[in-house]
C-alpha cells in the first residue's frame, strides 16, 4: 500500500485508492486489474473485483486506455465527398451493418470522409497517432493508396471491396463483381439483344474495373463487339449523362448494362424522353439491389451486391485482429452474385 488513501470522490462516489485499500493491493495493481491490464495475479484480480462490487465502483476510461492502448473505437473510412454519403443508399446500408457489429462489443463507430489533398492527410495522422483501434475502409480508388497506407502502420483494417493494392497485405471483403459482370450480359444475350452497350463504373476503382472486365468477357464470348463503353460515377446524374453519350454514338444499341442501379435510374429517364421503351427497345440490368431498383419505372432487373453482408464480415475480421493482437493479417472473403429478375430485362 502506498500511505493514506483519500476520502471517496465528489459526491461521495468510492476512488480507486478505496478500491485498492479494500483488496490490499496496491493502487498501481488496482488499475491494471480494473483497466484489463497484465501482470496481475489471479489472486489480486479476484481481490479487485470483489472490492469494486462491493464499492460499486465505476472504472475511468481514460485511465483504462492509458493501461490497454484501446480507445474501443473503431473508424468507418469513406473517401468520398461528403454529398454521395447521403444520395447513394450504399453508404447508409455499410453504416447500419458496421455499427450493429460494433454495438455487439460496446465499440463506438468513428466514420472519416477523406477526400484527396489536405482531408486525407489528416486522417492520416489521425489513424498514425492510434485515435482508434482498428478502421474499416470502404469506396476506395487508386489514388488515395489507402491499403499500402494502412498495411505501413500495422493497424487492424479490412477493406470492403478489393483494393488496388496490398491485396496481399490486408484483409478485405468483396463480391466477385467479374462474374456478377458477364452474369448481367448474358441475361442480355439471352433476350436475343444484338447492340449491348455498358455504363461502366469509375475507372480508378476495382469495382469500377471488374464489372466491366465482367461484360468484355461475355461479349467476346458472344462474338459481338465491346466498344460500347462509357464510365460513370456512380451517381444518377453520371448514369444520365453516360446514357446520353452512349445513345449519341451507338443509336442502334438494343441492351445496357449499368454498373450501379443509381446509374441505371439516371440511364432510364434518358431512355424516356427519347420515347424508347424499356425492355421493348432498350434491355436494361442495374447492379446493386439497395432499394432503388424496385422503385425505378420499370422495376430493374439487377446483380444483387450484398454490401450488408459484406460491411459486417469486414467489421468481424477487425475485430478478429484486435482479439488476437495480429494487425495486418491478409484474408480475403468473397461473396458470390446473385440476378434479380424485374420489369426492365
Request: charged content about 25%; glycine content about 8%.
Amino acid at each position: 500500500m502506498n500511505g493514506a488513501s483519500p476520502g471517496p470522490g465528489p459526491g461521495g462516489s468510492p476512488t480507486l485508492d478505496e478500491v485498492a485499500r479494500l483488496a490490499g493491493v496496491s493502487r498501481a495493481t488496482a488499475s491494471r486489474a480494473i483497466n484489463g491490464g497484465n501482470r496481475v495475479s489471479p489472486t489480486a484480480r479476484a481481490a479487485v473485483d470483489a472490492a469494486v462490487r462491493s464499492l460499486g465502483y465505476t472504472p475511468n476510461p481514460a485511465a483504462r486506455s492509458l493501461v490497454t492502448r484501446r480507445t474501443d473505437s473503431v473508424g468507418l473510412v469513406v473517401p468520398e465527398p461528403d454529398d454521395r454519403l447521403f444520395s447513394d443508399p450504399f453508404f447508409p446500408r455499410t453504416l447500419r451493418a458496421v455499427s450493429a457489429v460494433l454495438a455487439e462489443r460496446d465499440l463506438q463507430l468513428v466514420l472519416l470522409l477523406a477526400r484527396p489533398g489536405d482531408e486525407e492527410q489528416r486522417m492520416l495522422r489521425y489513424l498514425r497517432n492510434r485515435h482508434l483501434d482498428g478502421a474499416i475502409v470502404v469506396s476506395h480508388h487508386r489514388s488515395d493508396s489507402l491499403a499500402d497506407h494502412l498495411a505501413a502502420l500495422d493497424l487492424p483494417c479490412a477493406f470492403v471491396g478489393r483494393p488496388w493494392t496490398s491485396a496481399d497485405k490486408v484483409a478485405y471483403v468483396d463480391t466477385d463483381n467479374v462474374a456478377g459482370g458477364r452474369v448481367a450480359t448474358e441475361v442480355l444475350l439471352e433476350r436475343g439483344c444484338r447492340r449491348i452497350a455498358t455504363i461502366a463504373g469509375p475507372a480508378d476503382m476495382t469495382v469500377g474495373v471488374d464489372r466491366l472486365e465482367g461484360w468484355c468477357a461475355a461479349l467476346r464470348t458472344a462474338g459481338q463487339p465491346t466498344d460500347a463503353v462509357e464510365h460513370g460515377d456512380f451517381t444518377e446524374a453520371g448514369g444520365a449523362a453516360a446514357a446520353t453519350a452512349l445513345l449519341e454514338r451507338h443509336p442502334d444499341l438494343d441492351g445496357l448494362v449499368v454498373a450501379s442501379d443509381l446509374m441505371a435510374a439516371g440511364a432510364l429517364t434518358v431512355l424516356a424522353a427519347r420515347g424508347l421503351r424499356v425492355p421493348e427497345d432498350v434491355a436494361v440490368v442495374g447492379y446493386d439491389d439497395l432499394g432503388v431498383a424496385e422503385r425505378t419505372t420499370p422495376a430493374l432487373t439487377t446483380m444483387r451486391n450484398p454490401i450488408g453482408e459484406m460491411a459486417e464480415q469486414a467489421t468481424r475480421l477487425v475485430l478478429d485482429q484486435l482479439e488476437d493482437g495480429r494487425p495486418g493479417r491478409a484474408m480475403r472473403v468473397l461473396f458470390p452474385p446473385a440476378l434479380v429478375r424485374r420489369a426492365s430485362a
